[in-house]
DNA sequence: GGGCGGCTCTTATCATAGAT
DNA sequence: ATCTATGATAAGAGCCGCCC
């Protein structure tokens, strides 16, 4: 770092002057005079500095003038943002103003996820109608062979979350059933598993990986890594309000880039040649025990464990570090990370101050925290406010919402909040649930009626020949999924509404009629989302009558948007597998509009009836809820 | 008939509690 | 530590009713 720090130094000044310059500026036109008074008072100070500077060179210990400013409550203070410290801090003093405000909010709210270069064109093209099942096979076995977690995977390699790589490795949609969005990480995959150079990239990435979990453990809720020496992460430690200003490591921030080249921490522990563990912990416990500083409170701010990590983890974790250490040699780059950390702390100088102080804000945060009622948790301004907290129902409340399912897949708004009062849930949390439960039984269905097409009658008098294709047995629920699936909401004859367009009713038509909508609500189902792209799997059953369920057939689909983009999108994606199945999905559909229109001439069709329908029959999953509907 | 807002649907994904 | 299951959310879309 030596080398650099002058020239870094005498950037961080001048973009700290400069910074200086508009503030003051944007004081003066807001009409703050005071405010624009001490930027001035500070711009002089600088210029004095400057010229004192100029006769006598700045010693190399600049940096670490006062480091008690490091601490949270030392120059981070906002009303005095750059007295006594250097201009890298005093710089991060104002980077930290401005983070502290509208667009910063944003920033450390969302650490922006792994950015993954687009799919081109060219790989859409040259993968087309994969076997997600074999190409998840295949993926799962290398994961495995080589160690890798799916959270590795996932950040790395398909740009997603672990749980969403876990979701589409259990459940692997048809490639037919994807749009082309979903398409996206299996081409990655496919990449990713024809080339042996991206597993031995991933696997060197591991520990670079790694190091983005801080941001998870660090930014969250606590001013962790205060106190350690300002390595990798010297931003980190300006604070006025500790809890919300802080910048976490892995936030990318312009403000801050390009302005110091630190080493990161990773790169530091990768260059550390080999530490006697035990004689460091003894060291840090020694030194600990002195002055009474408690192990906790050190490996929150040394070690980067944030208190939500000990209360969730373990509470003696940092002890058993302490205790225990691991020798150097069977840590992994990760393991041996706090040992760097306690390393660099033993190192600093002002260590024990450095925790006494942080110790300080830390009681004085709490103390705050305690009387301003609860924290910052629930406030969704906060900058660590996060998703509303996943809930578990109980068993109980799960039978009951799987019944409610049963009887109707689509309860009206007075059926969730009746619901929801009687569980004592939010009415949101019961839609939730309905809603994933729709989307995932569907989705259980297509598995487990293959990638097959599935075409069965509705039994729905609404039809006006009783022909009506339904995805019925999409809602087949976890615990009934072995006859025509009674969860369905099955319309009986005299339930239809009347005032529905003549041969419509979809599900939730049919599902609002059986329920007990008291203001006869009669809310149709939506179109669903027309961004299918293959044949068979556009879900818009609207105008057809018929429903979606593990590649249903789709007239409009067919007639109406294959030929159009998707139709495009299909011409360069279809093999010769393809081209078969396309055709007798072709096949079918017209079949499906013959019935669908009532046209019983089936004689006159250019399809052969029997012909089709052992097609059809062939392809459809032999389960009882898929024959036994079949009727002409 | 077109524009608009509200509603609810969809897919895709994130995020986390609980299990392993 | 990692995986799995699943509750929560984002974004985009269609349909309806209303208004002009």
Known sequence: MAPQAESSEDIVARIYEEQLSKLAELSKQSGNLAEYRLYQDELQRLLVKKSAQSSSPPSSNDLQEEPQDLSINGSCKQESPSRGSSPLQQMQNITNQFLSTTQAHLLQQKPLKHVLPPISQEQFDKYTGLNTEELVKKVKELLSQYSISQRLFGENVLGLSQGSVSDLLARPKAWSMLTQ??????????????????????????????????????????????AVPSIDTPERCHSSEMSVDWVPTMVPNPMHTGLVQAPSLIELVAATGQLDTLLVTSRVKEMLQFHNIGQKLFGEAVLGLSQDMLVHQELGSVSDMLSKPKPWHLLSLKGREPFVRMHLW???????????????????????????????????????????????????????????????????????????????????????????????????????????????????????????????????????????????????????????????????????????????????????????????????????????????????????????????????????????????????????????????KWDDEVVDRQDCLQKLESQVNTTDTCTEDWEF
């Open 346 to 600: 033993l190192m600093d100088p002002m260590n024990i101050l450095r925790l006494k102080s942080y110790q300080a804000e830390v009681k004085a945060f709490r103390r705050r925290s305690g009387s301003c009622g609860t924290v910052q948790e629930d406030d969704r301004s906060s900058p660590f406010y996060s998703k509303k907290a996943r809930y578990s129902f109980t068993d109980e409340q799960k039978n009951m919402l799987r019944e409610a399912f049963h009887a109707d897949p689509y309860p009206s708004t007075a059926a969730v909040d009746a619901l929801a009062l009687k569980m004592e849930l939010s009415s949101k949390t019961v839609t939730n649930w309905f809603h994933n439960h729709r989307m995932r039984s569907k989705q259980q269905n297509r598995e487990e009626n293959g990638k097959l097409l599935c075409i069965k009658q509705e039994p729905d008098s609404n039809s006006l020949d009783g022909a009506r294709y339904s995805s019925q047995n999409s809602y087949t629920t976890d615990s009934h999924n072995s006859s025509p699936d009674p969860s369905l909401p099955v319309a009986s004859p005299d339930s239809t509404n009347p005032e529905t367009s003549p041969g419509i009713l979809d599900r939730s038509q049919s599902a609002l009629n059986c329920s007990s909508t008291p203001n006869g609500n009669n809310r149709k189902r939506k179109n669903a989302n027309p961004k299918y792209v293959s044949a068979g799997a556009v879900l818009d059953k609207h105008n057809s009558g018929e429903e979606d369920d593990g590649g249903e057939i789709d007239v409009t689909g067919l007639s109406e948007t294959q030929p159009q983009s998707a139709a495009a999108q299909l011409s360069t994606a279809a093999d010769a597998g393809d081209e078969v199945e396309d055709a007798n999905r072709a096949k079918i559909a017209r079949i499906e509009q013959r019935v669908t229109e009532g046209d019983l």
């Open 181 to 226: 969005k979903g398409r996206e990480p299996f081409i990655r995959m496919k990449i990713f598993s024809e080339d042996p150079e991206a597993r031995k990239k991933l696997m060197a990435n591991q520990y670079r990986s790694n190091n983005a979990v801080p941001e998870r453990v660090v930014a969250r809720d606590s001013p962790a890594m205060a």
